[in-house]
Structures are given as C-alpha cells and as structure tokens.
C-alpha cells in the first residue's frame, strides 16, 4: 500500500492542495487561449494580490475571486464582454453569479488604494513594472452595484451585436 501510495504522489508531483484562486485564474485564461505573459493576465495576477489583503473575499470560492478578478480586468480593458460565453459554458458560472463579488471586490481595491493607505505598497511597487505591464497604473473600475455590472455587460453585448 504505501509504495502504490508514493507512486500516486509521485505521479502527481506531490500536488494535493486545493486549488488557489491564481490556478484558477490560469486555467480560466487557458480556456480562453490567453497566454501567461500578457496585459491581461499581470491585471488579473495583480487583482488577485490586492484581494488577499481584504477579508471580505475569503466568503467566497477561490473560482469566484478569480473570476471576478478576470471581469475587472475585462471591464478595464473594455472587452467585447466581460464575462465570455466559452468561460459560461466550460465553468458553469454566469455574469449574475459573479456580479456580488466583482463589486465588493472593486470596492475593496478602491478603498485601498486610497492616498492615505500604504499597505498594499509592496504590492504596487511589484506591479508598477514593465514585465508585469505596469498593471499597477491600471485604473480598477469602481462599481457600486451588481446592476450598474449586469448593465454595462448588456450595453456590450448589444454593442457587439449591432457591429
């Protein structure tokens, strides 16, 4: 039993944490076909760090916090949809399920990133770099209800639509 066991775990590399919300992150940018390097993912990455900060986040699912992080990353960028319908139907998370955490989260980086807060200092010294995209400069929306979320994502559907 245990020389089958040590195969297991060697097989395995020895990974058996659960999930983090960046392994997420990377596997949800995978789905989409968004290489490690890019903007998207150092404003991700950098979303992701700032949350660890904020005990709000801890009452949802690391899938969750990721995927918030990734819709504010999209709504920065104002992509065609900030929440794509391949990440829907691989994950079975909706924009809906998403929209409580995406504005608690935005608030919570708002509030901290305030002049008067120095905490998150190392953090935005680490992210304030070219080979992280500068995503530190990155001006993180500030939504203030789930409705003013579910709102734009329809004005860009729409948008799109019209094209």
Not at 4 to 17: M, Q, S
């Amino acid at each position: 039993v245990i020389a089958t066991e040590e195969l297991v775990l060697k097989h395995l590399e020895w990974k058996l944490a659960c999930p983090s919300s960046i392994e997420f992150m990377f596997a949800f940018l995978k789905i989409l076909g968004i290489e490690k390097d890019t903007r998207t993912t150092s404003l991700c990455s950098y979303i992701l760090e700032l949350s660890l900060m904020f005990p709000t986040t801890l009452k949802y699912p690391p899938s969750i916090t990721a995927a918030s992080s990734m819709v504010l990353a999209f709504y920065c960028f104002k992509n065609d949809t900030l929440w794509p319908d391949t990440l829907s139907n691989n994950t079975g998370l909706e924009l809906k399920d998403l929209a409580e955490s995406c504005v608690s989260l935005s608030q919570e980086i708002e509030g901290a990133r305030l002049p008067t807060t120095n905490r998150l200092d190392m953090i935005h010294r680490r992210y304030n770099k070219p080979c992280r995209h500068n995503a530190a400069q990155e001006p993180i929306p500030i939504l203030t209800s789930k409705t003013t979320l579910m709102d734009y994502e329809e004005r860009l559907r729409s948008r799109k639509h019209n094209l």
